[in-house]
């Protein structure tokens, strides 16, 4: 790993870790909860000020981030988080994801403004398989697409795009034909397919490949961006039920995989760049909402069965005891990821093609 990967890798995820901790901050603070400490990676620390009743750090394992608050599951204790509403809490525990779903919309509207390079062609149907979805709807070979679900199709790329959104269901393809007829036609898309047919089953073929530079305007750029960002957490429950379907395991990564990935993403531009962070940050926001112990969501789970049990909370000894032991099995499972990641890359393997 180079220098400039490690730097590259650390500025991208202290900015989608400020932004998570950011949302605690700001609204823990607006709650009236004492917040002790504001930390960037996890201690021992490195340097820190302390600015009225909270430390800012840096500490040295770069990893994540914490707002520490007084109190978090005692709420007998002055200013402490445990002692606020049932809503105050839901927010304050919510607003760290929040803030991870709302910086893609900014990331990827920048990297829509920015000079990014666009690859247009004209996208033909090379063959269709036998019994396919798309035989069944009438596609041809030598069918140019035109459009899907009423979206120009500029590259090979549209059409895989498009296609995932709508897995599982039918999609509207706008096709011209070898005599230039236009006509369109429903192709359902499949989840499970036969191995080399694709959802639709056909095989594309690029014709006339130009490669251009593109930047757009903002009033262009931050509509399409939220247009993206919905779309990619769509693209993330398809891909989570195509585990299920396919019955494939998840590809799994540590901080070194994303490390080497992100280094292998900015070589390629400052645009491509922005939207693997919003990737990230949708990722992130995501799992910190997992009912899992020592994350934000498994703090999620003690306020709302505190709220069906109608005020009656779980000790606090026993919910700071779970949230220990979910926190050292998070630990172990990030180095066993991280070891594998070590290996695979002294074997010369990437995570990009």
Do not use: C
Not at 60 to 68: D, N, Q, R, S, Y
Not at 83 to 112: H, Q, Y
Not at 287 to 298: E, I, Q, R, S, Y
């Amino acid at each position: 790993m180079t220098p400039f990967t490690l730097l590259i890798f650390l500025g991208l995820l202290a900015l989608l870790i400020v932004s998570h901790e950011l949302g605690h901050f700001v609204t823990a603070k607006l709650s009236g909860v004492t917040v002790k400490e504001f930390g960037l990676g996890f201690p021992p620390r490195i340097f820190g000020i302390k600015r009225g009743e909270t430390v800012y750090s840096i500490n040295a394992i770069p990893l994540g981030g914490f707002v520490k608050m007084v109190g978090e599951e005692d709420p007998k204790l002055p200013g402490s988080l445990a002692g606020k509403s049932i809503g105050v809490r839901l927010m304050v525990l919510t607003a760290g994801s929040a803030m991870n779903l709302l910086l893609p919309l900014v990331l990827l509207a920048v990297s829509l403004m920015v000079p990014h390079q666009v690859v247009s062609e004209q996208v033909i149907v090379k063959s269709v398989a036998t019994g396919s979805p798309a035989e069944r709807a009438g596609v041809r070979p030598g069918d140019t697409i035109l459009k899907i679900e009423g979206d120009s199709i500029q590259n090979r790329g549209d059409v895989g795009y498009n296609v995932a959104l709508k897995l599982g269901s039918e999609v509207r393809l706008l096709l011209r034909g070898q005599d230039g007829s236009t006509r369109e036609t429903l192709v359902m898309t499949r989840w499970n397919p036969p191995a080399g047919q694709g959802a639709m089953g056909i095989v594309l073929e690029p014709v006339g490949t130009t490669v251009s530079t593109q930047s757009r305007p903002f009033w262009q750029a931050f509509p399409q961006g939220a247009r993206t960002a919905l779309e990619t957490m769509i693209l993330f429950k398809n891909e989570v039920v195509s585990w299920f379907v396919r019955k494939t395991p998840p590809q799994v990564t540590g901080p070194v995989g994303i490390a080497q990935v992100t280094g292998e993403i900015a070589r390629e531009g400052l645009s491509p760049l922005l939207r693997f962070g919003a990737l990230l940050s949708l990722n992130l926001g995501i799992f910190n909402l997992f009912p899992l112990p020592a994350l934000d969501g498994g703090r999620l789970v003690f306020v709302l069965l505190e709220w069906v049990r109608r005020g009656r909370r779980i000790p606090p000894e026993k919910e700071n005891l779970v949230h220990l032991i979910g926190f050292a099995v998070i630990l172990a499972a990030m180095v066993l990821v991280t070891y594998l990641d070590i290996v695979r890359i002294v074997q010369g393997e990437q995570l990009m093609p």
